[in-house]
């Protein structure tokens, strides 16, 4: 452990003395530019975070590899509440939050009074986030770094808000937005527990009577209203009567205070027990009829207005509760309700829908085997009842005037008619809740008025924002259809906020930009951020006419730099950066930041720059779990990044984070990997010091085994390439480091056995092809073994291995799988029956089998085999006409097998020809002998003086020669 500390210290110093990472413009050479989301610092990074920024490291060495001028930048993101609820719990003493710090990030006890400061808490986390970025290696132009409150870098957002501005996207209005009650602040997916973003649903509030009373039922779907059977309560909920706007409503307390939030005067008269409503009737206001209240577990006070109306013929919850209720005589009997009546509430059956019965609740629960109402399966039972009944649904007769109309244009009809007629209202509801603040409230839905919006619901800047995502690569491909999903979807979003650090919005100096509307263009930032850092650029200094000629061309740098006094060159250079690294190549982040951020930056690229300078291509990744468990403080099961690196190195933490998983999946980071990663790597360091050791002594001669070696080697590099291209990591750390093992370890096997010692210039060739391909992962230990190999420059800058078209040799390969697969068999043999083997002989196939074998392959590159075609064929061969009844019964072995084996495998078969079998056995005969420690014997099926005692030789086919054993 303590020399792979010291390899990854003499590296990093190395690399930093050398500068090697700090990219600065080439024409000479194509650029590739790269991003990851810059971290909030607050609070230290445990393994979970390590994961997008190692992929995004990995990437960027591989092009830079590749022969690309690579940028990977970083900055620290200080705005808006993630900082500052941070502090802010800290300042209040939260003993959870104390405890993490002290205990799991070791923060020093007496620093925490300073950590209650966002500003202090922010510097501090920022250095300590920087200092791991470091120790694990990232290859950051730290050059370019910068805080999101540098007030140039307010410069920059006032620039592009004001742009905003003038292309009309920034709006004044009222729209309802998450809100903390608390803190009193909009809130976003990132300043939410667990960052969840709040979802915002309109429910239609339909006004069922209760005499004088109003109770405004909440529904999704106001045009099932024909076919209420009965309203929902829960009676153990506690209710209000209250004057809402005046009208007597009855709603459940927690809605009586949500009212409040979305513009209504709310007065509060009486508060009581949601079972004193059991056993009353209503009356429904679009059909006038009267229906029973009954009591419900699964209506939630918490939700809307905690009354609901009960629709059981299409709403599989109200199916499953009327079921339930009908069943309980002890509910019933409590309650005082008629059982009789309960009884003959059926469902009503209001909407005609392909594939479902008349009642498509019923058909549902049915199918899913749900009995109780708590069932969790309720929510997708709901979620399939409604999408068929949206999409394919027709209202029915029942229904009246909206007779024959799609649901889906009913739905709208039914809430404009009954709103007109002052029978319905609507509210706003977290469709997702409970959605937590960060600082523990609960938030609800506030309808913010007078307020600042960016507005993403513009149809013209949604087109660019789909014509941009239409041209830009989408990795993992999956999930293009949630970009546009989130595209379509997104409306006007609250852009500022009353409190935390942060940019002021220009016009209006009260507001701070929030830090998901502060972060969508900055990657633009870094290419000039090298110089506003290395001339100390002054923030006055950076007018609006500065960003619009370096980021637009617009104007003119001799009369900018009269008036801002920075000199011409220097906003020449600005702009000649900006215009080699923009546009960005790839952006990475975790998958969770689509429906916000990612999605942002597309929208805000099209608004302010033209279409060439347009993102191409963003990445995203999954998280990291521990040992099969949710990283989560209440589980104890976080290990902070620099403790992590401490305990296993950088490396080994490099390759765990990455190994375990493709882009979409979650890895699964355990100690077990960290240290089974950091003994693979020690092994290569090991063999890598024999071979050199041993160097210039015992070279051997070229063998076939060394060719095979060689050619085998082509392939891995072919295929880690092609994984590396797609970024399917894992894939391509199983190729660099477990397969090529897998061969170098064989390879040493088979040159052992033939005694001719080690033929260093294979393996080192081969070692050095692995070196380069691990480079990326685990640049430490590569940098030290390419030194000792004697290789000039950093392996970090060392050019990617191509592979080399006439170092592959198939014949070989295919021979050596012959005697790979042989021997397993062998040994399977062995196992299974327990012999301690004397002698083994082998019996390669006759070669009239081989001619079969051929010309079968040939007629099976057409597609699928057919016996009597292939016969027919064979028959034209007057030799084999002379045999055909063994023939036809080789023949009828071969045609399945055949059929089974995948068409590129054919070919190459194909293309090898007839492999002399007895020639690459006697090549391995040493090897096989010393393996299973017995005589070898080796004869072709059908030669004269074959000893065959047990009639074996003719089960012999070509590539699986026959075995006897005694
Ligand atoms: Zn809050």
């Known amino acids: ?532 850092n290395a001339y100390r650029i002054k923030a006055e200094q950076l007018t609006d006419e500065v960003f619009d000629y370096v980021f637009l061309g617009i104007g003119d740098a001799g009369e900018i730099s009269d008036k801002t006094g920075i000199d011409k060159s220097i906003l020449e250079e600005m702009r000649r950066e900006f215009l080699y690294f923009y546009p960005l190549d790839s952006r990475h982040s975790a998958h969770e930041l689509i429906p916000n951020h990612l999605t942002f930056m597309i929208f805000n690229h099209t608004a302010i720059f033209p279409e060439n300078l347009w993102p191409r291509q963003i990445v995203t990744n999954g998280h990291v779990t521990m040992e099969g468990a949710k990283m989560s403080k209440s589980f104890g099961n976080i290990i902070p990044l620099r403790e992590g690196l401490a305990m296993f190195g950088a490396d080994p933490i490099r390759l765990s984070v990455l190994a375990t998983a493709e882009l979409l999946q979650d890895a699964d980071f355990s100690p077990t990997v960290a240290r089974a990663m950091r003994d693979r790597l020690e092994r290569l360091y090991r063999l890598t010091v024999e071979i050199l050791r041993g160097k210039g002594e015992a070279t051997g001669e070229q063998a076939k085994i060394d060719r095979w070696m060689l050619s085998r080697l082509q392939g891995h590099i072919a295929r880690a390439t092609e994984a590396m291209e797609k970024l399917v990591v894992r894939r391509a750390i199983n190729t660099i480091m477990f397969d090529l093992d897998q061969d170098i370890q064989w390879y040493q096997k088979r040159v052992k056995a033939s005694g001719r010692g080690v033929p260093a210039k294979t393996l080192l060739e081969t070692l050095r092809v692995q070196v380069l391909m691990l480079a990326p992962f685990a640049p430490h230990i590569c940098e030290e073994l390419w030194e000792m190999m004697g290789e000039k420059g950093f392996v970090s800058l060392a050019p990617w291995p191509k592979p080399d078209e006439k170092m592959v040799d198939e014949g070989v390969e295919e021979a050596e799988s012959l005697i790979r697969s042989l021997l397993e068999d062998t040994l399977e043999i062995l196992r299974a029956t327990g012999i301690t083997p004397k002698r083994v002989c082998y019996y390669a196939a006759a070669p009239w089998k081989w001619q079969v074998y051929m010309k079968a392959l040939e007629v099976a590159s057409g597609g699928k085999l057919n016996q009597g075609v292939l016969m027919k064929r064979l028959m034209e061969d007057p030799s084999l006409r002379a045999k055909a009844k063994e023939v036809a019964e080789f023949a009828g072995k071969i045609v399945e097998e055949i059929n089974r084996t995948p068409q590129e495998k054919r070919q190459r078969l194909l293309k090898v020809g007839i492999i002399d079998e007895i020639q690459a056995l006697k090549d391995a005969e040493d090897f096989l002998k010393a393996e299973l420690n017995a005589e070898i014997r080796l004869y072709i099926e059908e030669s004269p003086q074959i000893y065959d005692p047990k009639n074996r030789a003719h089960l012999a086919k070509p590539l699986r020669p026959a075995i006897y054993i005694e």
């Open 1 to 532: 452990m303590e020399f792979l500390r010291l390899i990854e210290e003499k590296w990093q110093k190395r690399w930093e003395e050398a500068r090697i990472f700090e990219a600065n413009p080439d024409p000479s050479r194509p650029k590739f530019f790269i991003t990851v989301a810059y971290p909030y610092p607050n609070s230290p990074q445990h393994i979970g975070h390590a994961r997008t920024y190692t992929l995004a490291d990995a990437y960027a060495r591989y092009m830079r590899m590749r022969g690309y001028n690579v940028l990977l930048p970083m900055a620290f993101h200080y705005t808006g509440t993630p900082v500052l609820a941070m502090a802010r719990r800290l300042a209040e003493g939260d003993p959870e939050l104390v405890k993490d710090f002290v205990k799991i990030y070791k923060v020093p006890e007496d620093k925490l009074k300073e950590l209650t400061d966002p500003l202090a808490m922010a510097r501090y986390f920022h250095e300590e986030i920087r200092e791991g970025m470091k120790r694990i290696g990232y290859s950051i132009d730290w050059r370019r770094e910068f805080t999101t409150i540098d007030p140039q870098y307010n410069k920059f957002i006032e620039w592009q808000f004001r742009r905003l501005r003038k292309a009309g996207y920034i709006t004044r209005g009222s729209h309802p937005v998450g809100w903390c009650p608390k803190d009193g602040n909009p809130v976003g997916q990132h300043d939410t527990v667990g960052d969840v973003e709040p979802e915002i649903g309109e429910f239609t509030l339909i006004k069922f009577r209760l005499g004088e009373w109003v109770m405004p039922t909440a529904t999704l779907r106001p045009e099932t209203v024909f076919g209420v059977t009965n309203i929902w309560i829960n009676p153990r909920a506690t209710y209000v009567k209250a004057l809402v706007d005046g009208e007597g409503w009855i709603v459940s307390q927690q809605c009586a205070e949500k009212l409040t939030y979305q513009n209504r005067s709310v007065k509060v008269l009486e508060r009581f027990e949601g079972k004193a409503l059991i056993g009353k009737t209503v009356q429904n206001p679009a059909l006038e009829n009267e229906v029973l209240i009954l009591p419900a577990d699964f209506v939630d006070p918490g939700n809307a207005t905690g009354v609901v109306m009960s629709v059981p013929g299409h709403a599989p919850y109200d199916y499953v509760a009327l079921e339930n209720i009908k069943a309980d005589d002890t509910s019933l009997r409590e309650f005082g309700l008629s059982v009789e009546a309960v009884r003959a509430i059926r469902p009503i059956s209001l909407i005609e829908v392909p594939n479902y019965s008349e009642i498509p609740a019923a058909d549902v629960v049915k199918r899913m085997d749900i009995k109780a109402q708590t069932d969790p399966k309720l929510e997708d039972a709901t979620k399939e009842v409604y999408r068929h009944e949206f999409h394919n649904g027709k209202m029915k007769e029942n229904t009246g005037k909206y007779a024959g109309l799609p649901v889906a244009e009913a739905k709208e009809r039914v809430k404009q008619d009954l709103m007109a007629e002052g029978k319905a209202t609507m509210m706003y509801e977290l469709l997702n809740r409970p959605v937590r603040c960060r600082c523990g409230t609960e938030c609800v839905v506030k309808i913010f008025e007078d307020q600042w919006f960016i507005d993403y619901g513009n149809p013209e800047w949604k087109a660019l924002a789909h014509k941009c995502l239409a041209r830009m690569r989408i990795l993992p491909e999956e999930l293009r259809s949630e970009y546009v999903y989130v595209i379509d979807w997104l409306r006007e979003k609250a852009c500022a906020r009353r409190s935390g650090l942060g940019t002021r919005l220009p016009w209006d100096p009260d507001w701070i930009i929030e830090s998901l509307s502060d972060s969508t263009i900055y990657m633009a930032y870094y290419t000039i951020a090298r110089h506003i």
